[in-house]
């Protein structure tokens, strides 16, 4: 079996160029594959290897006190899902191209909602103030075809840039709701829901870990379909196993 991993993790990184040709040695000295973004903001990995090289490399790197609190969500295939090792060096580790959408650049995260506090506020229809609750998916339309949650708010874009404006016309009506922003793993939508709040919508909170950290400590409660994976598998049932049919729908959809 394969283990494949998902995380980033904002921190500074002032070493970007040399620090991205020693994640590359490293990752091909231990015969991974996947895709590592190096960015003076963090660091976002998408990889997969045999169990032990995988688990040998995050060790390694959390030796490094910059990244000793890099979290992985880890799911398994029987085929290694890439083709090969890319390692990029970014600006940040998912364009945005807006200010105070960082960590780094207002001093904390937005705050979050676990995974399961929210199938409790699903399933209850309100948070625990008693709010309406609207789950906003901050990921593309392509990404979305592949499921979301029961009645999220999903919106026509096909980049994450295209966010804020395709937003807009829906800011209004969410003044009296508490909104919970999520995306695969959590990037962007900790990226929307700390520029939101600076934008002046303090009613925005973030699902910590995204769609991927909410299948595996709570399942599909209130999900619709699958999560979409940048790799081959395609998309990823709430078991975090390959969706049924999902290779074939994005091959008629190229």
């Known amino acids: 079996m394969i283990l494949n991993i998902a995380a ?20 091909q ?3 991974l594959r996947g895709t590592m973004l190096v960015t003076p903001e963090g660091l976002n990995l998408f990889l997969a290897a045999e169990e032990a090289p995988l688990r040998a490399f995050l060790a390694w790197l959390r030796e490094d ?14 085929a290694m899902p890439f083709a090969r090792l890319k390692v990029k060096r970014k600006a940040e580790i998912i364009t945005f191209r807006r200010e105070h959408a960082s ?19 699903i399933a209850q229809g309100h948070d625990d103030a008693g709010k309406r609750l609207v789950l906003l998916d901050t990921r593309n339309r392509q990404e979305v075809a592949y499921g979301t949650f029961a009645g999220a708010l999903t919106l026509p874009i096909d980049r994450f840039t295209d966010l804020p404006a395709a937003l807009a016309p829906h800011r209004e009506a969410l003044r ?8 695969t793993g959590g990037i962007r939508c900790e990226k929307a829901a700390l520029w939101l709040r ?15 950290g909410y299948f595996e400590q709570v399942g599909g409660a209130g999900y619709d379909g699958g999560c ?4 081959e598998r395609v998309a990823l049932d709430p078991r975090l196993q390959p969706m049924a049919g999902a290779a074939a729908a994005a091959g008629i959809a190229a």
């Open 29 to 31: 000295a231990d015969g």
């Open 8 to 27: 980033y993790l904002f921190v500074p990184v002032d070493d970007a160029d040399a620090l991205a040709v020693r994640l590359r040695e490293r990752a």
């Open 228 to 231: 979409f994976v940048f790799d």
């Open 176 to 183: 009296d709701a508490t909104v919970v922003s999520f995306c």
């Open 103 to 121: 960590p780094l650049d207002v001093g904390e995260r937005a705050p979050v909602v676990a995974p399961k506090t929210l199938a409790r506020w």
């Open 198 to 212: 600076e934008d002046g919508m303090d009613n925005v909170l973030q699902l910590d870990d995204g769609i991927l």
């Open 65 to 78: 006190p910059r990244f000793t609190a890099l979290h992985a969500k880890e799911s398994w295939s029987e």
